[in-house]
Antibody, heavy 118, light 110 residues
Framework: QVQLVESGGGLVKPGGSLRLSCAAS????????MSWIRQAPGKGLEWVSY????????NYADSVKGRFTISRDNAKNSLYLQMNSLRAEDTAVYYC???????????WGRGTLVTVSS | NFMLTQPHSVSESPGKTVTISCTRS????????VQWYQQRPGSAPTTVIY?????PSGVPDRFSGSIDSSSNSASLTISGLKTEDEADYYC?????????FGGGTKLTVL
């Protein structure tokens, strides 16, 4: 069935690193842009990063620019988010989402929780 | 970059109609599509309106979207409110490879 499944979340100390993965199934992954979106506990949604279908283009929210790197492997139907120099304010549920550009996000995963704490 | 501003919360009775606004801080609301997402506690968001006023299959026609250039805002209207509509609602738009969400509106159906 059409779905996205995130993994790789967990507890990490400030300054540490974590790599999130998102496995796609049920659709032609290589046809779509993809994004990461996060939600801090009790807070709203924040777009984090996007990557074009062929990885030619990426962009990041100012809050993570220079610390996070988005990538994808179309052969493995997988999306990744490498997170370095993590801060307490990066604590959130991270969702991967299928990105229709100006038409929004039409498929979301269930999310994976990242907790940054000493 | 622009911001999208929503009311923090709204409440209404079952069977009534409620409208949630989403005001764009700069640039025209009409220049990029607006989407609306519903998020129930503990669940991922789902789309209720895309491209300003389009409903995905499976979303009841009680949900409708519109934009108003005079107020530079978008609106989500839910008619015939049901208790199952109680959730957080987020507007979202896009400009120059930046995706922006509103702060979210908590809808209480009481």
């Amino acid at each position: 069935q059409v779905q996205l499944v995130e993994s790789g979340g967990g507890l990490v100390k400030p300054g540490g690193s974590l790599r999130l993965s998102c496995a796609a199934s049920g659709f032609t992954f290589s046809d779509y842009y993809m994004s990461w979106i996060r939600q801090a506990p009790g807070k709203g949604l924040e777009w984090v990063s996007y990557i074009s279908s062929s990885s030619s283009y990426t962009n990041y929210a100012d809050s993570v620019k220079g610390r996070f790197t988005i990538s994808r492997d179309n052969a493995k139907n997988s999306l990744y988010l490498q997170m370095n120099s993590l801060r307490a304010e990066d604590t959130a549920v991270y969702y991967c989402a299928r990105d229709r550009g100006g038409s929004g996000f039409d498929l979301w995963g269930r999310g994976t929780l990242v907790t940054v704490s000493s | 970059n622009f911001m999208l501003t929503q009311p923090h919360s709204v409440s209404e009775s079952p069977g009534k109609t409620v409208t949630i606004s989403c005001t764009r801080s700069s640039g025209s609301i009409a220049s990029n599509y607006v989407q609306w997402y519903q998020q129930r506690p503990g669940s991922a968001p789902t789309t209720v309106i895309y491209e300003d006023n389009q409903r995905p299959s499976g979303v009841p026609d009680r949900f409708s979207g519109s934009i108003d250039s005079s107020s530079n805002s978008a609106s989500l209207t839910i008619s015939g409110l049901k208790t199952e509509d109680e959730a957080d609602y987020y507007c979202q738009s896009y400009d120059s490879s930046i995706w922006v969400f509103g702060g979210g509106t908590k809808l209480t159906v009481l």
